[in-house]
């Protein structure tokens, strides 16, 4: 039985060395050169024309040490000088006519048609309510309410009432207007 075994051993032996040589052989023993469809001819070499760079370098420095100067002529534009300009005559800018759509212009601020024309507080450390004249009619409002639909008290302050526009919000303010002695 051993004999077997070590029969088959060998036999599998000389499988595994004949599939090493054949890849070998296919590996190595082919030129990927003459694949590719390139091969080196010794024969065929030129060597490339070179030239003494010395001149090369010494123009490129007298090429640094240049300066530009203006001569009044944009070096973009392929153009002739514009022509010389007379300072006794009068320069008229050009008037240039806006192109494509425009934006809407910003909404004006809000106002408040009523007159603030005084102010108080509540008996106790309560809060300041203002006095606003509309038409005939007299309203007296604190901060954060709103009057004529839109408008939000914003600040009642000694001289001047801040309000905001609730639907733009926007923000204005009125000066405080006296009312005159009869």
């Known amino acids: 039985m051993a004999d077997k075994k070590k029969q088959k051993e060998l036999i599998v032996l ?10 070998w052989f296919f590996y190595f023993g082919h030129t990927h050169t003459s694949k590719v469809g390139y091969r080196f001819n010794p024969t065929a070499y030129t060597p490339i024309n070179a030239q003494d760079f010395g001149k090369v370098f010494e123009q490129l420095k007298s090429a640094e040490t240049t300066e530009y100067k203006a001569t009044g002529r944009n070096i973009f534009i392929a153009a002739p000088l514009p022509p010389p300009v007379d300072p006794s005559a009068k320069v008229v800018e050009p008037v240039h006519a806006p192109i494509g759509p425009q934006k ?30 509309d038409g005939e009619e007299v309203r007296i409002v604190g901060e954060g309410e709103i009057v004529q639909n839109h408008i939000r ?27 005159p002695a009869v």
């Open 14 to 23: 000389a499988a595994l060395i004949a599939v090493g040589a054949l890849v």
């Open 104 to 133: 809407d212009p910003p909404p004006p601020p809000p106002v408040l048609t009523m007159k603030f024309y005084g102010y108080g507080t509540l008996p106790q450390g309560g809060a300041r309510r203002a006095f606003l004249l």
């Open 153 to 179: 008290i914003l600040h009642i302050g000694n001289d001047r009432i801040e309000f905001e526009d609730t639907n733009t919000g926007l923000r204005g303010s009125n000066a405080l207007e006296m009312q």
